[in-house]
């Protein structure tokens, strides 16, 4: 990506606007023992009296070390869904801009372009769920502020060929957001490792899935230095409260994640291998994330006899290219084992 202009891709208010200065952005030498007599906090300390830290500094000196990135380069927002609507209201001009997202995918990303009255360029997955590039490119215009990549994609599973995203962060000109949810359940690196050399991408993350805090609401955004202090501006200035930011604190220096994911993945091996066996199952996509996408024979009747048997699983069937496709998340192995059994009783049923 060449010419890359952040003050040409920002919203001309919030290039002029000024942020909201918290008490705690005014003053934040925490080194001392102060008296604070700033923010009208009630004085009785009861461990959340005081307002938490706006920048989230000790959580993002945390993933900053775990993801070799800088602080810098690390926005945290309420659930992923906040730091990619704080994305809109950067970068895109209601009833202006545009955003090209790709079918079958999240779907978080359509409705914050609808509430954020963004047009939405939808361009599908080809066959084998990748991206079309050529169709991406063609789609594109001087209005185009993002492309949604999310890799590996959800509700298919599967990761994107690093050829065609490289190609379209060579030729896409407005910002590339790899949404990177279930990146630690793939082999895959994490596209972060480009951050330096493609000024247009930004990775979205989550503490949601592998981490096991889908409870705390914590989504983290990685990018340069100038995309993450256009961000802040216009971010709430206390986004992530006090207990998620000490919780999440505390349970990624415990790190249960190797550990968990590694027993996900020689779960979702074993599942994968009994689908395939599955008389009613006509496809298993392989899968890269903690989930799998399986075609059934009539994925209502499927869906109803899990339901009836105690198991919800997804009914992706009104996506495209997702025709009676069931998504199956990766439980325990006890879950596992019922799922399983489930599956051979309705067989031969
Ligand atoms: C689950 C998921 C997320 C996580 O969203 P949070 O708001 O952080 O919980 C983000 N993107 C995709 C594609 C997901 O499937």
């Known amino acids: 990506m060449t010419n890359f202009d ?24 925490f080194k001392h023992e102060m008296i604070y007599l700033d923010a009208n906090e009630n004085p009785f300390d ?25 602080v810098e380069n690390i926005l ?14 950067a970068f895109c001009e209601p009833y202006k801009d ?45 209005n185009t502020k993002i492309l949604f990549l999310c890799s590996p994609n959800n509700p298919t599973g599967n990761s994107f060929s690093d050829k065609i995203v490289f190609d379209l962060l060579s030729n896409f000109s407005g910002l ?36 096991a805090m889908a409870g705390m609401r914590i989504g983290i955004l990685y990018a340069s230095a100038e995309i993450i ?21 505390k349970k990624i220096q415990q790190s249960t994640l190797d550990f968990q994911v590694k027993k996900i993945l020689v779960e979702r091996d074993k599942l994968f291998e009994a689908l395939k066996t599955v008389d009613f199952i006509e496809k298993v996509i392989p899968s890269d994330a903690n989930f799998i996408l399986v075609k059934v024979d009539d994925a209502d009747l499927r869906y109803q006899q899990f ?26 192995k006890d879950e596992n084992e019922k799922v399983i059994q489930l599956l051979k009783t309705l067989q031969y049923a």
């Open 6 to 29: 952040i003050n040409k891709l920002t919203r001309t208010n919030v290039l002029n606007m000024k942020p909201y200065s918290s008490a705690r952005d005014e003053f934040k030498d």
């Open 46 to 70: 009861n461990s959340v009296n005081r307002y938490p830290d706006p920048q989230q500094l000790e959580l993002k000196e945390l993933l900053a070390e775990k993801r070799d990135v800088k």
């Open 76 to 89: 945290l927002g309420n659930g992923s869904d906040e730091v990619l609507d704080l994305l809109y209201r």
């Open 98 to 142: 545009n955003v090209i997202t790709l079918p079958p995918t999240y779907g978080m990303y359509e409705v914050l372009a609808n509430i954020n009255a963004v047009e939405n360029r939808a361009v599908l997955l080809t066959d084998d769920f990748q991206p079309n590039a050529e169709a991406i490119l063609s789609k594109t215009d001087e």
């Open 176 to 211: 590339i957001l790899i949404d990177e949810a279930y990146i630690d359940f793939s082999e895959k690196d994490s596209w972060l490792l480009l951050l330096k050399e493609y000024p247009n991408l930004v990775i979205c993350q989550t503490l949601s899935k592998a981490y």
């Open 229 to 249: 202090s256009v961000l802040n501006k216009i971010k709430p200035p206390y986004n992530i409260n006090i207990l998620s930011q000490e919780k999440a604190l």
């Open 307 to 332: 339901i009836d048997n105690g198991i919800v699983v997804r009914n992706r069937s009104n996506q495209p290219l997702c025709d009676n496709c069931l998504r199956i998340t990766i439980g325990t």
